[in-house]
């Protein structure tokens, strides 16, 4: 796992108590997201990251397990950087 995962992971186990949480399991399918746990995460992935989540991130899949966020941090932050 590397530090960006690990930062999700430690954000989300806050929620998920003592679900030990995977990198590819699916938090929605678990039924642990409601819309204000939503709004939460990516408050959360723009303050930690700083970046900016636009309409056309919020996906499902792009917030359904650690490793698609993490995927989408990263491709925010190259965007960020090569701007």
Known sequence: M????????TFLSKFFGNQDLQSDED?????FVNS???MQLVL???Q???????NE????EN???INSIANLVERKTILVVHK
């Open 57 to 60: 991130d919020l996906e499902f």
């Open 36 to 38: 204000m746990f939503a």
């Open 63 to 65: 917030f359904r397990t």
């Open 2 to 9: 590397n530090e960006v995962q690990v930062k999700i992971k």
């Open 27 to 31: 938090i929605f399918a678990l039924g």
């Open 48 to 54: 930690e990251f700083q970046i900016a989540i636009e």
């Open 44 to 46: 959360f992935v723009e």
